[in-house]
């Protein structure tokens, strides 16, 4: 079974999640969506058909060697998420691995893009997380699928419904998560996104996010600042004081487990890294820049340019 190594990363900066975890339970890229905004890399599957992807005895195994090892180095972990290379929840095992992780006594969080939950073994595979955040693009079919572009045979209206459902009996955290764009007509989108969002219960935050990493599709770019503005002004107005901003660089703050090769693999692989957070790692684990020229020879990762900034992103 490749890539067993990776299952566990990090632990890397969250703003909505604090010192996070990674738990990569989907092997290479398979999801039900293909968002334009991307920061993966493109699609190499996608499908909407649960399955199982690895024993949640080897998942569990991989988390709690990693959970142990990084306390052990003094670090702090504020949560242990489930955000995968593509979509957590198209994992049959799901349910069996939060289980699993809960008895290591850390909060455990999953960042899914909501395109299962009208599922019912989807929700109550969920309702044992102590967080859920949830992906809400748009309302309108337009512009999710100009955005989401969805794997055939998914309901947007049924998603919605699945998150309303899925509130009403979760007792942990809910968030959710908008991603704002540029070149999107987003008309009375805002609107119709507020409106939605307030109801559903007990959401605890709307956050707003902009594509702060390099995207999938190159037209992609972060909004203007008026439409961020105005689309923070109009989720307020009817989420009073539950609505914040995703916008700014998560920090360079990534944990190493003193193999400084696979730390950059397991991280790049879901999260491109800026070059001042890797050269941050590889001064704590002592290492030389060579690491990163050596990983782009032998064709593992890339590097690539994005609003000013260097990045490093694993090749799927
Ligand atoms: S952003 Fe998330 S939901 Fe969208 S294609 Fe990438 S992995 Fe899938």
């Known amino acids: 079974m490749e890539n067993i190594q990776q299952i566990a990363f990090g632990p890397v900066p969250s703003r909505r999640l604090g010192r996070s975890l990674g738990v990569n339970n989907i092997p290479g890229k398979i ?19 649960r399955q199982a992807f690895y024993d949640p005895e080897i998942v569990f195994k991989t988390v709690k060697t990693k959970v142990q090892d990084v306390l052990s180095r003094g670090e702090k972990i504020d949560y242990i998420t489930f955000v ?3 979509e957590p929840t198209l994992d049959k095992n799901l349910g069996k691995e939060v289980n699993l992780i809960k008895t290591l006594g850390i909060r455990v969080a999953i960042i899914t893009n909501s395109s299962l939950i009208y599922d019912p073994t989807v929700q109550n595979d969920l309702l044992n997380f102590d967080l ?6 748009a309302i309108s079919e337009e512009i999710f699928r100009k955005i989401n572009r969805p794997f055939k045979g998914i309901e947007l209206e049924k998603i919605l419904e699945g998150i309303k459902t899925f509130s009403e009996s979760f007792k942990g955290t809910l ?8 070149d999107i007509d987003y008309g009375d989108e ?12 007990n959401l605890n935050k709307a956050y707003i996010s902009i594509p702060t990493r390099p995207p999938q599709e190159s ?34 703050e990534f944990a190493s ?9 397991s991280i790049t692989a879901v999260h491109p890294m800026r070059e001042e957070a890797a ?27 994005y609003q000013g900034h260097r990045y490093y992103l694993r090749k799927l």
């Not at 999801?31 to 991307?38: D, G, P, Q, W």
């Not at 859920?132 to 693009?137: E, R």
């Open 190 to 201: 805002f609107d119709r996104l507020a409106n939605y969002l307030s109801t559903i219960k």
């Open 219 to 252: 037209w992609v770019k972060v909004p203007t600042e008026e439409t961020l503005n105005v689309a923070f002004a109009v989720f307020e107005s009817k989420l009073n004081g539950r609505v914040e901003h995703l916008i700014g660089y998560e920090g360079n």
């Open 257 to 265: 487990s003193g193999n400084l090769e696979s730390d950059i693999l």
């Open 84 to 86: 995968p290379d593509g």
């Open 132 to 137: 859920v955040s949830f992906k809400v693009d």
């Open 31 to 49: 999801c039900s969506y293909s968002c334009v905004y991307c920061q993966i890399g493109r699609n190499f599957k996608m499908t909407t058909t």
């Open 175 to 182: 968030i959710t998560e908008t991603m704002i764009i540029s």
């Open 279 to 305: 050269l941050k790692l590889i001064k704590k684990d002592r290492g030389s820049f060579e690491v990163i020229e050596r990983l782009i020879k032998k064709g593992l990762i890339k590097r690539i340019e």
